[in-house]
C-alpha cells in the first residue's frame, strides 16, 4: 500500500470505531440539547467557550418577560439577592464536590482571583513569598504579579514540562516559612496536565501558607472534591464546560473554616453585613457573602443554569467518563493520522493525568488553525505551536472529533514538504 | 368643601393636568418600546432597576442563534472583544458627552470604581487625603474607607444637608495640597440633587487633585459633558436609565490624556498590550482598554444597546426635557395632595438642581411602601423615612406618576392621625 492507501484505510477505521463509541455513549442523547451550528463540521473550542443550550435562550426570554419585566425591583427580593449564593451553592454540589455555603458567583476571573489572593495574602503577614506557576495563563501571573509589587513579596516561580505540569515535589521543593500563598491551575490550559490537588494542598497547609486553586479547565469537565481534598480557595470560569456564555460571571469558593478570618479588598455594599441599611461603616457580612462586592450580574447568570440542570441529571461522574472516552480517542486519531506528519502529542497519555482537552505540537499549526477555521473546523491555537483540541463532553461526539482532526491530517498532507 | 372633597377636586385637575402632558409629549409614543407589568399600576422604580425595552429579548435571542451559538469562539475576534470600548464609546456619545477612546463598560460600579480610584490614588503619591460624602451611596464609601485603610490615607467627609447636597463653597474649603482624591456622585441617590461638576472638576484640579464622579443617577437622565468639564474620572451603572438589566456591567471613564500615566490594581489579560500573546510580563495595554480585567461581560451588555438605540433616537436633551417635566409634575401632586398629611419634599424645587427623580418624607413612610407594593404601586424606600420616586423619562406617563403619588395620598388618609 501506499502512504495514502494506508491513510485513508486508517481513517475508514478510525470511522467505525467513532461510530461504535457514538452508538454506545449513554451521553449520546444530550447533543441536541445544544443549538447547532450548519456552517461549523468541528467545534473543538467548547473549553474555550461552551456551545450555548436551546434552554439558554427560553431562560433568556423567560428572565425579560418574568423575573425582570413582571417582578420587576421587587425581584431582587424575592430572587435575585440569593443569587450569588444560590448559584454558588449548585455549582458546588454538581461540580466542585464542595457543600453550601462556600461558593459565590460574581465578577470576572481574573478579579475573582485578585479578591482571593489579596484576602489570602492579608490572612497570612510577615511571609513574604507567592509560589505561581511560569507556565500558567496569564491572568494568573498578571494578578500575582501585580499583587507582589504591590505589597512587596516576591514570588517563586515553577518552570514545568510544558507537555506536562506542575508535580508535587516541585512544589514542595518550593515551600517553606516564607510561603504564604500558592495559586496553581488544577489543569494546565495549555497541556490538560492534573495538578496532584489533594497532596500540594496538603503540602502548602504543612507548609504554612493558604493554596488557590484556578480551576478553569476543571470545573465541569472532571469530578473534583474540594471539601475532601480541604482546599483553602478556588476560582472558575463559568463560559467554558458550564456554557454560560460569554464573558459569564466567575465564580470564587472559600473553605467555611476560613471565610470570617478574611477580608477582601473590594469593599461593595452587596457584601455587607445589610446592605441595604446604608450603614455608616462597612462590616463585612458573615461567611461566603463577604466576598461579593457590586450588584450581582444577574442577565450572564441565567444560561449556566441549563447547564448544571444538564450536568446534574446526567451527573459530573459520567460527564468525566465521556471526557476520559473522547480525549483517548483523540490521541488514537492523532497516532493514526496526524504522528506520520511529525504531529506530536503535548497532553499525558495517563488519562488519569489528562483533563478535558489534548494539545498537539507542529511547527506549522499557526497557519494550519487558520486554514481549519475557513473548512469549518473549530481549535484553539495557543502559541508558539498547539493546536488545542477541547472536546466539550456533553456537545461534542466522536465522529465530530474525528472529522476535526481527520481536517488537520488532511491540511499537512497538501503542505509541501518543509525545505531541509 | 370639606376636605375629602377639597381633595377630590384636586385629584380631578391634576388627572386633566396630567392627560394634557401626556397628550403634548413627544415621546409618549415610546412607551410601547417596554414591556409592559399588567400587576403594576405605577413603575416608580426605574431609577433603581429600568424596565426591559421588548428589543432587549430579541436581542438576547439573537446573541443565543448568532453571535455564540453560530459563530461560537470566533465571534471574540469578530465583536466581541471591541464591545468594552465600542459599547464604551456609545454610552459616551450618547449620554456623557465624551469623545471616543475614554469610556469602557466592565466589572460592577463596585469594582470599576475601586479600580479607578486605586489607579487615581497612585498617581497622587505623597497626598494623603481623600475627600468624599457622608451622604453617598454605600459603595462610594465603603470603596474609599477601604483604600483608605489599606493605602493610611485619610478620608474628609463632607457632611450635607439631606434634602440637598454637596455644595462647590463646601468642596473648595475641602480641599488642600494634601487632596489626592476627590469621589462625589454627581446627583445624590437620596435628594436628587445634582452637584456641579464643572465648578467643582475645576476646583479639584487648581488644588493638584483628581476628581472621580459617580454618575449612577445621572447616566441616561440627562445631559453630561464630561469631556467639556474636563473631568478625570467617572463611573457609572447601567442598570438604572440605560434599562440593561438586573446587574448590567458598570462603565469607566478616563479622560484621554490621564489614561497612560495611571495602572489600575487589577492585571487582568483583557487589559494587558496583547491579551493573546500570553506573554511573560504583565504589560498593560496603551488607552482606555488598560482599565479592562477579566473576559469581558458579553451576555449582560446585550439589552442595554436597545437603550442607547432609543437614547440615540430621541436625544438626551428630549430626555431630560421630559425628566424636568415629570419630577415638577410629582412636586405639583405632592403640593396638592400629600402635603396635607405632613408629607415634606426633599428634593430641590429648582429643576436645574434636581436630577430624575423626587424622594418624599414621611414618618410612615417605610410602612406605607409595603402596602404600596401590595396595591402594584412600586416606589423605593429609602431610610429612615424618605419614599424614592424615579421617573424613567422613556417608560413612565404623567399619569401613571399622578396614579402612583394618588395611592400614597390615599393609604396616608386612611391612617389614624399620629398619636399627640
Known sequence: MTDQHAAQADLADLADRAAELDAADPLAPH???????????????????????????TALAE???????????????????????????????????????????????????YKLARAALGARQGRDEIVACADDFPTDRFVVQGLADELG???????????AGV??????????????????????????WVAD?????????QAGGLVLWDLCHSVGALDLALDEAEVDLAVGCTYKYLNGGPGSPAFGYVAAGLQDRLRQ???????????FAMGERYQPANGIRRFISGTPPIVGMVPMRAMLDLL?????????????????FAIEVHDALLAPYGVELASPRDPALRGGHVILDHPDFREVTARLWERGVIPDFRPPHGLR????????????????????????????????
Do not use: C
Open 167 to 192: 508535580t508535587l515535589d516541585q512544589v514542595r521543593g518550593a515551600l517553606g516559612p516564607r510561603t504564604a500563598l500558592v495559586l496553581l491551575s488544577h489543569i494546565s490550559y495549555r497541556s490538560a
Open 265 to 275: 479588598p473590594i469593599q461593595g455594599w452587596m457584601g455587607a453585613a445589610d446592605p
Open 197 to 205: 490537588m489533594a497532596g500540594i494542598t496538603a503540602a502548602v497547609h
Open 389 to 420: 483540541v477541547g472536546l466539550s463532553p456533553l456537545s461534542t461526539s466522536f465522529a465530530e472529533a474525528l472529522q476535526g482532526l481527520a481536517t488537520v491530517a488532511d491540511l499537512l498532507s497538501e503542505r509541501p514538504p518543509v525545505a531541509p
Open 312 to 328: 446534574e441529571s446526567v451527573g459530573i461522574a459520567a460527564v468525566r467518563a465521556k471526557s476520559v472516552a473522547l480525549t483517548g
Open 63 to 113: 428572565l425579560v418577560d418574568g423575573a425582570w419585566g413582571d417582578r420587576l425591583i421587587r425581584a431582587w427580593d424575592e430572587q435575585w439577592m440569593d443569587a450569588p449564593t444560590e448559584l454558588g451553592d449548585r455549582i458546588g454540589r454538581v461540580a466542585l464536590g464542595a457543600a453550601a455555603g462556600q461558593t459565590v458567583v460574581g465578577d470576572s476571573t481574573s478579579v475573582m482571583l
Open 31 to 57: 447533543r441536541d440539547a445544544f443549538v447547532s451550528t450548519p456552517g461549523v463540521t468541528a467545534y473543538l473550542d467548547g473549553n474555550s467557550l461552551g456551545r450555548p443550550l436551546h434552554a439558554a435562550r
Open 153 to 163: 513579596l516576591s514570588v517563586r516561580w515553577l518552570t514545568v514540562d510544558p507537555r
